[in-house]
């Protein structure tokens, strides 16, 4: 199975800080990865698909990059409503599927 | 609307059988994967199984095999999670999720675009 570690599991940032995510695949997917924000007591929201593609409705501060084994998610400059905790998930494997621990984002 | 609506909240005792369904409206049901998202008290996400309604083929992650049975019935654009005899480890909230899937570049890539609102189940003597 693939296993996706994402670090750190908790940061703590203000409002127009640039932050980064990282996702680290157990072996090579490609670019076959996801990022998704949860905000408390809500559904995940898919933002990024393979790897850097935003999808619709996304704001543009949000990045995705990497490809093979190492990604990274970027937040340009946080916003009140990016407090939220975002998982990296793969999509290669069979199944596809496994999510990364996850990493909350709490305001400083 | 695309959306998925899943049923309600459920209280059970271990030993119970239990099956929560997930109804999509709003797009070709058949067309898309249904995965089955777990996420427990304060922890993480964890991807179970996935489901093809135009077919019904089925794979499980390896930690649920054999401990749930994800089934669809598509003349009613339903999707469905059961237990055959829960345990208090069963408690958590169960949210499925439709698979999109887009052609970059000529690869299909795959990820959960649609979800629905959750459905939480407890299993409490």
């Known amino acids: 199975d693939i296993q996706m570690t994402q670090s750190p599991s908790s940061l703590s940032a203000s409002v127009g800080d640039r932050i980064t995510v990282t996702c680290r695949a157990s072996?090579?997917?490609?670019?076959?990865l996801n990022w998704y924000q949860q905000k408390p007591g809500k559904a995940p929201k898919l933002l990024i698909y393979?790897?850097?593609i935003l999808q619709s409705g996304v704001p543009s501060r949000f990045r995705g990059s990497g490809s093979g084994t190492d990604f990274t998610l970027t937040i340009s400059s946080l916003q009140p409503e990016d407090f939220a905790t975002y998982y990296c998930?793969?999509?290669?494997?069979?199944?596809?599927?496994?999510f990364g621990g996850g990493t909350k984002v709490e305001i400083k | 609307e695309v959306q998925l609506v899943q049923s309600g909240a459920e209280v059970k005792k271990p030993g119970e059988s239990l099956k929560i369904s997930c109804k999509g409206s709003?797009?070709?049901?058949?067309?898309?994967?249904i995965v089955w998202v777990r996420q427990m008290p304060g922890k993480g996400l964890e991807w179970m199984g996935i489901?093809?309604?135009?077919?019904?083929?089925?794979r499980y992650s390896p930690s649920f095999q054999g401990q749930v049975t994800i089934s669809v019935d598509k003349s009613i654009s339903t999707a469905y999670l059961q237990w055959s005899s829960l345990k208090a480890s069963d408690t958590a909230m169960y949210y499925c999720?439709?698979?999109?899937?887009?052609?970059?570049?000529?690869?299909?890539?795959?990820?959960?675009?649609?979800w629905g609102q959750g459905t939480a189940v407890t299993v409490s003597s």
């Open positions: 999720a439709r698979e999109g899937q887009w052609l970059v570049r000529g690869f299909h890539f795959y990820g959960m675009d649609v």
């Open positions: 709003g797009y070709s049901f058949t067309s898309y994967w």
């Open positions: 489901i093809y309604p135009g077919d019904s083929a089925t």
């Open positions: 072996q090579i997917i490609n670019n076959y």
């Open positions: 393979a790897a850097s």
């Open positions: 998930q793969q999509s290669y494997g069979t199944p596809r599927g496994t």
